[in-house]
């Protein structure tokens, strides 16, 4: 029962180039979310998918764009990454409203 | 927009002893969903207990349980005879009964690190 995955798990960029962060999740599940999380902070919300085919911005979503590809899979995309975008992501999905989310193992990544 | 706020950065208690951890948050709304999820060193997010505004009852799952004050806006959580496993960060968060304007996601506080003494 894989729940949800994100790939890659780590990653080094070079401030300026691009990259795209993987999410599949195999529960059948409406809702599929990203956030970012800072040392000493909470998790923040960078973009989130209520259903198939819509996306709406979060707290963080600058320098982000999202895709929802189909039901299961959600991607994050960094077009020009700056260390600022240094952090763990992770993704979440969850059915109905109120259900707790489930979340992936996170992606941590660097751009120097 | 809601705000949540853990107040003990760090928390250290003997194995066995009891701990609260300690949670309030700001909204004006009356319907709302909370959540402590547990983040061990290896980077999961693990749910640990839920809590629906609209009942009044207490969660508990197992060893954990929470003191959920509404009037207050206070949702602490209580770990029993601690063990080991459970040393981790411990996150509080919120989500909004409704749906739609980024209320479906998660507002979570800074979390506090606990600490299990052998």
């Known amino acids: 029962n894989a729940g949800v995955t994100q790939t890659p798990k780590f990653q080094v960029l070079k401030t300026g180039q691009s990259m795209t962060l993987q999410c599949a999740q195999d529960m059948n599940h409406n809702s599929m979310y990203w956030y970012r999380q800072d040392p000493g902070m909470g998790l923040r919300l960078i973009y989130y998918?209520?259903?198939?085919?819509?996306?709406d911005k979060g707290e963080v979503p600058n320098g982000y764009n999202v895709s929802r590809l189909n039901k299961r899979e959600f991607s994050l995309r960094l077009e020009s990454a700056a260390p600022s975008q240094t952090s763990v992501y992770f993704c979440?999905?969850?059915?109905?409203?109120?259900?707790?989310?489930?979340f992936g193992d996170g992606t941590r990544l660097s751009i120097l | 927009a809601q705000t949540v706020t853990q107040s003990q950065p760090e928390m250290s208690v003997q194995e066995a002893e009891t701990v609260t951890l300690s949670c309030t948050y700001d909204?004006?709304?009356?319907?709302?969903?909370l959540f402590w999820y547990k983040q061990p060193p290896s980077r999961q997010m693990i749910l640990v207990i839920r809590?629906?505004?609209?009942?009044?009852q207490n969660a508990t799952e197992n060893r954990f349980s929470v003191n959920f004050q509404k009037a207050a806006k206070s949702f602490s959580l209580k770990i029993s005879d601690s063990q080991l496993g459970d040393a981790a960060m411990y996150f509080c968060a919120y989500r909004s009964f409704y749906s739609g304007g980024g209320a479906d996601g998660l507002t979570f506080g800074k979390g506090t690190h606990l600490i299990i003494q052998p």
């Open positions: 809590q629906e505004a609209y009942k009044q």
């Open positions: 998918s209520a259903s198939e085919g819509t996306t």
């Open positions: 909204t004006s709304e009356s319907d709302y969903y």
């Open positions: 979440a999905s969850s059915d109905r409203l109120g259900q707790p989310q489930h």
